[in-house]
């Protein structure tokens, strides 16, 4: 099957510093996607990357797609409590299976 | 609001029990999915379905089943439950097409196997 890695696993930094989790795929990709998952709940969709370099914003979040479309991450600039989840990407392959990354989960201390 | 609703929140069976996971959507998607959620395993595909009595393999079937008789649910069995199955499975639907989009999740059901 696809083999997806996600780094890193766990990460605590102190609010205002910046994170970042990166998703990396042993096959060339269709698509990307990133969710969410805060303690306790579900995973909620953030965003879905599908051109080669692509970047997209969301306030402090940028998400990035590898020229290759092989990799991607994920980067909140001055993180903030309301942060704190676990990050996952789900890479596509095209036929409408989703697996998920193992995801990275963040803490972040005030 | 859309809604993916998984019937039970929390269940303890025992060894061997049969056991049903349900989940309905209200969204009208052709994709639905099951997921176990394990520490430090992330989620792992179990099944998924692309249409009603369409059901394929994800990359851990083994000891699952699954059923889709409605578009609206998709069912999760357990024949003969063992301990190793204890986890939180977490049900996800979607819209269909060739790629898949963004999933929609239920609150997830929480399966202990005494």
């Known amino acids: 099957g696809q083999q997806v890695m996600q780094i890193p696993q766990y990460q605590h930094v102190q609010e205002g510093e910046d994170f970042t989790t990166y998703c990396n795929s042993s096959t060339t990709l269709s698509n990307i996607q990133w969710y969410k998952q805060r303690p306790g709940g579900h995973p909620v969709f953030l965003i879905q990357l599908v051109k080669s370099g692509e970047v997209k914003k969301q306030k402090r979040l940028t998400f990035q797609f590898g020229e290759a479309k092989k990799n991607s991450s994920l980067h909140i600039t001055a993180t903030q409590t309301t942060d704190v989840g676990t990050y996952f990407c789900?890479?596509?392959?095209?036929?409408?299976?989703?697996?998920f990354g193992t995801g990275t989960r963040l803490l972040v201390s005030p | 609001d859309v809604k993916v609703t998984q019937s039970s929140r929390y269940l303890v069976k025992r060894t061997g029990e049969k056991v049903f996971l349900e989940c309905v959507q209200d969204m009208d998607h052709e994709n639905m999915f099951w997921y176990r959620q394990d520490p430090g395993l992330g989620l792992r595909l179990i099944y998924f379905?692309?249409?009603?009595?369409?059901?394929e393999k994800g990359d851990i079937p083994e000891g699952y089943s699954v059923s889709r008789e409605k578009k609206e649910r998709f069912s999760l069995i357990l024949e003969s439950a063992s301990t190793n199955q204890t986890s939180m499975y977490l049900c996800a639907s979607s819209h269909g097409g060739s790629n898949t989009g963004e999933l929609f999740f239920g609150e997830g059901s929480r399966l202990t196997v005494l």
């Open positions: 379905s692309y249409d009603v009595k369409m059901k």
């Open positions: 789900a890479p596509g392959t095209g036929f409408q299976k989703l697996v």
